[in-house]
């Protein structure tokens, strides 16, 4: 379950930025998660609440936002969402592509008292 190290990583930020700012207590997470990185919010906001018992992030609300896939095409330029991972232009079926979102793993914000 690699949502649990994810968890980790997010808390850690958290930990960090909450003490870098003299936070008291994180009372909202804002998270943004990009389709293709195929995490399960579910697991993810259960495994962070099991690592943030007891610090000032415990209890926070995660919200998640996720970001879908959508690709640019090196040929034509079209941008354009990738759907089932079909990474061909459908324009002009260039398999030249560049992601521009979908692989995001970030924190956005922070809700803070």
């Given at each position: 379950?690699?949502?649990?190290?994810?968890?980790?990583?997010?808390?850690d930020i958290v930990l960090k930025?909450?003490?870098e700012n003299q936070v008291a207590k994180v009372?909202?997470?804002k998270l943004l998660i990009g389709q293709m990185?195929?995490?399960e919010p579910e697991s993810l906001k259960f495994g962070f609440a099991a690592l943030s018992i007891g610090s000032?992030?415990?209890?926070?609300?995660i919200d998640i936002t996720i970001v879908p896939l959508v690709?640019?095409?090196?040929?034509?330029r079209q941008e354009f969402s990738v759907e089932r991972?079909?990474?061909?232009?459908?324009?002009?079926?260039?398999?030249?592509v560049t992601l521009v979102s979908g692989r995001e793993l970030a924190v956005d914000y922070l809700e803070v008292e």
């Open positions: 379950m690699h949502e649990m190290a994810i968890a980790q990583g997010i808390l930025t909450a003490a009372t909202g997470i990185t195929q995490v000032i992030a415990d209890g926070a609300n690709g640019q095409c090196n040929s034509c991972y079909c990474f061909l232009c459908p324009n002009c079926s260039s398999a030249s």
